[in-house]
């Protein structure tokens, strides 16, 4: 029983190179979403996907750009890193809402690091 | 701007007190609130949903709902120093979304 993974889990990366996070949910959840974490602002909305080829925009979506062509992928690319996207980025899942409730469950997070 | 206010805090209480942890949240609409704990170095894990005012019970976790004064609170009673992490509030709108609206947190320490 995996639940959400993701990969890398630890990414150094130099500014202006394209990089490509990946997450993946075994439950077969209709909703996925990233989020990025920094230390004085908690957990901050990327993108989020309601379903396969159904996505739209958080909070912090610039220099992000997501996909989602299978029910259980959900992959996160920023196109040309910036060091300001220093971050632990969570991917998340939820089922749909009538089915249960709308809570999220997290993967173990990616540690990105742009010099 | 919809907002989740936490303090920071640290919260610090001896091991076997009950710690009381606070949240706030500004968008009257909210209809689910979700306590969720986090080592440090970890990801965050649910602990407690509560969609309906008054209290809701799970082992040593009490979660409570006030809407009218928007506004919920977990409390963890007999503190062990295992439950030492920060604490992040979520709220959600119901809606077809999906999405949460997550508070800073608050870091808890327990005393042995």
């Known amino acids: 029983d995996a639940g959400i993974t993701q990969s890398p889990r630890y990414k150094i990366t130099e500014t202006g190179r394209q990089v490509t996070l990946m997450c993946h949910q075994t439950?077969?959840?209709?909703?996925m979403f990233w989020y990025r974490q920094d230390l004085g602002h908690g957990l901050r909305l990327i993108y989020y996907?309601?379903?396969?080829?159904?996505?739209d925009k958080g909070e912090v979506p610039d220099g992000y750009v997501v996909s989602r062509s299978k029910t259980e992928n959900f992959p996160l690319t920023l196109e040309s890193a910036t060091r300001s996207q220093t971050s632990v980025y969570f991917c998340?899942?939820?089922?749909?809402?009538?089915?249960?409730?709308?809570?999220?469950?997290f993967g173990p997070g990616t540690r990105l690091t742009v010099t | 701007q919809k907002e989740v206010e936490q303090n920071s805090g640290p919260l610090s209480v001896p091991e076997g007190a009950i710690a009381s942890l606070n949240c706030t949240y500004s968008?009257?609409?909210?209809?689910?609130f979700f306590w969720y704990r986090q080592y440090s170095g970890k990801s965050p894990e649910l602990i407690m949903s509560?969609?309906?005012?008054g209290d809701k019970e799970d082992g040593r976790f009490t979660a409570q709902l006030n809407k009218a004064s928007q506004y919920v609170s977990l409390l963890i009673r007999d503190s062990q120093p295992s439950d030492s992490a920060t604490y992040l509030c979520?709220?959600?709108?119901?809606?077809?979304?999906?999405?949460?609206?997550f508070g800073t947190g608050t870091l808890l320490a327990v005393q042995p």
């Open positions: 996907s309601a379903a396969a080829d159904i996505t």
């Open positions: 979520a709220v959600g709108n119901g809606g077809a979304t999906n999405k949460l609206i």
């Open positions: 998340a899942s939820s089922a749909l809402p009538f089915l249960a409730g709308d809570e999220q469950y």
């Open positions: 968008d009257r609409v909210s209809q689910s």
């Open positions: 509560i969609y309906s005012n």
């Open positions: 439950w077969s959840h209709s909703y």
